[in-house]
Every structure is written in structure tokens, then in C-alpha cells.
């Protein structure tokens, strides 16, 4: 299975092409490589990724402030879904919050994103708030979810 060959690790500058290769894949808005620069450079933030021989399969990452830390993006490369390297990010995601002592990890998912939602469910998330049209793209709502860590 994926899960045991898929090696979870910090992000470095030497992932940006294959992170850029998995987020242009699966956002409409992608963020720039410069973007995740500075994300590597962010003191609040841990960005992971899902390292398949060498091949980046996947990403996420992890605002942590405070008592509160947000679930900044997560993405599997298209060939690597549904085979449970988002639940694995995820989980290494949120002990990184625990690590950090968060109380809650909050994130925002599309209204139409049924796997994902799905997810994050399955992990502990619960809906708690909308956001009214949260993404620029096409004005689409996003659900906040909310996992309580105490």
C-alpha cells in the first residue's frame, strides 16, 4: 500500500517543482513557488510533504499560532487519491498542532469537495461555520471545519 513506501517530511526549496507540479494539478488559484518560499521561511508555519521515492506525491500545511492552528492546504497528486495519503498527511499535520500544543485545528474546504469533506469527517473535523463566497475563482462558499484537540 502507499501509505508504507510514502515517506512523510519537511518541505524543502528542493521539493518546489514537484509541489508546483501537485498544486497546478489541483487548485484553481494556485499559490506561486515564491509564495511557498516564504512559507518555508514563516516561523508559524510547517509545510509537509509526501515523499514517494523521490517523487513528491503529495503536500500540506500548517499555520500554528498560539493556541489555534490552521490546516493551510493539502494536495495529492491526481494518480496518488483515494489511497489514503491525505489521511496520512493530515494526521502528521495534526501532531505537528499537538506538538505545538493547539487546542483546535480549523480549516476551509469547498461546499462542492464531497471527498474531502468526507476526509476530514473521517479524521474528527466538524462543520462549524461558512464562509460566503470564500473562493475568488467562482464565488463558491467554503465550510469551516473545526477538529478540537482538548
Known amino acids: 500500500m502507499l501509505e508504507t513506501t510514502c515517506l512523510i517530511r519537511r518541505m524543502t526549496a528542493h521539493d518546489l517543482d514537484g509541489v508546483m507540479q501537485v498544486e497546478l494539478e489541483s487548485f484553481p488559484l494556485p499559490w506561486s513557488k515564491e509564495s511557498y518560499l ?56 495534526e501532531a505537528v498542532a499537538r506538538e505545538k500544543r493547539a487546542q483546535r485545528i480549523l480549516l476551509e474546504v469547498r461546499t462542492s469537495n464531497f471527498p474531502a469533506q468526507r476526509m476530514y469527517k473521517n479524521l474528527g473535523f466538524i462543520p462549524t461555520g461558512l464562509r460566503k463566497e470564500y473562493y475568488t475563482d467562482n464565488k463558491e462558499d467554503a465550510i469551516v471545519m473545526t477538529k478540537f484537540l482538548i
Open 38 to 93: 516564504g512559507e518555508l521561511k514563516n516561523s508559524f508555519a510547517t509545510y509537509l510533504v509526501c515523499d514517494l521515492e523521490g517523487e513528491i506525491a503529495g503536500f500540506g500545511g500548517i499555520w500554528v499560532v498560539f493556541e489555534e492552528a490552521h490546516i493551510t492546504n493539502v494536495a495529492i497528486a491526481s494518480q496518488y487519491r483515494q489511497r489514503g495519503l491525505g489521511t496520512l498527511l493530515m494526521e502528521k499535520l
